[in-house]
């Protein structure tokens, strides 16, 4: 069983920036999806666990960096330049490389962006 647990959320104003943090162990590859009012989940970025980058969204490209630290046991997601419409409640998640849906999820960790 993969335990993750996310922090880094909170308040900021337009243009700031945040630095989410989710723990996890293990060769997993790491997952940040996060999911607004009255919207479905979406995904944000996913990073290999070599540290390759699989991708972005294109709400995000640009603005968000996500990286890890394996020996830390932590991935991150740096999120500058932030809108309005990036509050959320943002998630990390957690797969084997060889399969397509994540298995494991933390409880998230709530941004909100004031205007």
């Known amino acids: 069983q993969v335990q993750l647990e996310e922090s880094g959320g909170g308040l900021v104003q337009t243009g700031g920036s945040l630095r989410l943090s989710c723990a996890a162990s293990g060769p997993y590859t790491m997952g940040w999806f996060r999911q607004a009012p009255g919207k479905e989940r979406e995904f944000v970025a996913a990073?290999?666990?070599?540290?390759?980058?699989?991708g972005y969204a294109e709400s995000v490209k640009g603005r968000f960096i996500v990286s890890r630290a394996n020996a830390k046991n932590t991935v991150y997601l740096q999120m500058n330049s932030l809108k309005p419409e990036d509050t959320a409640v943002y998630y990390c998640?957690?797969?084997?490389?060889?399969?397509?849906?994540?298995?494991?999820w933390g409880q998230g960790t709530q941004v909100t962006v004031s205007s």
């Open positions: 998640a957690a797969k084997v490389a060889s399969l397509y849906e994540y298995n494991y």
């Open positions: 990073i290999r666990w070599s540290g390759g980058i699989i």
